[in-house]
């Protein structure tokens, strides 16, 4: 979906939640092969046994990945992705476990580089089905302001 807003269109306190997905077991194996991370947390069911968790865990650059993702659902071309930050884990995100992530524009502020631009910091919180928080980021963007359009 096209969404066309410039830093002075974003409100702080807006939030949108996205659609579940459903972590797979396929979803954990294919993450480790892409992503070389084999530890015993993600594929040592034994292991996991003896472990805090009991079982085997998804990785947390999976769920960053997939909650974040999840969030993908509007393009706009005044905006780009600056980064991430304070990027948490909490509780562990297991096969089965369902997650959606909601998105709050936390705060906006000047960017102290580019004057034609703001910054936009999207407070992203990933809960699985429980209510539980498995991830926390801010995700930061720069925003074309109005007059720096023209």
């Known amino acids: 979906m ?8 974003y409100v702080v306190g807006d939030a949108r ?8 077991e396929t979803d954990i ?4 092969g892409h992503s070389g991370d084999f530890f015993p947390h993600h594929m040592d069911e034994e292991f ?8 085997r865990i998804a990785h947390g650059t999976m769920t960053f990945a997939i909650g974040i993702g999840l ?4 393009i706009n071309r005044h905006a780009f992705t600056y980064g991430y930050e304070r990027l948490r884990f909490p509780k562990p995100v297991y096969a089965g476990d369902t997650i959606r992530t909601t998105v709050t524009i936390g705060r906006k502020q ?6 034609a631009y703001g910054q936009v910091v999207e407070v992203c919180e990933t809960k ?19 007059q720096g359009a023209e």
Do not use: W
């Open 2 to 9: 096209q969404n066309d807003r410039y830093f002075e269109d």
């Open 17 to 24: 939640e996205t659609l579940g997905r459903t972590i797979t």
């Open 29 to 32: 194996v294919f993450h480790a």
């Open 48 to 55: 996991c046994k003896t472990q805090p968790f009991g079982s």
């Open 71 to 74: 969030t993908a659902t509007e």
């Open 110 to 115: 000047d960017d102290p580089k580019r004057p």
């Open 128 to 146: 699985k089905q429980d209510g539980s928080t498995v991830m926390y980021c801010e995700h930061i963007l720069l925003v074309e302001r109005k």
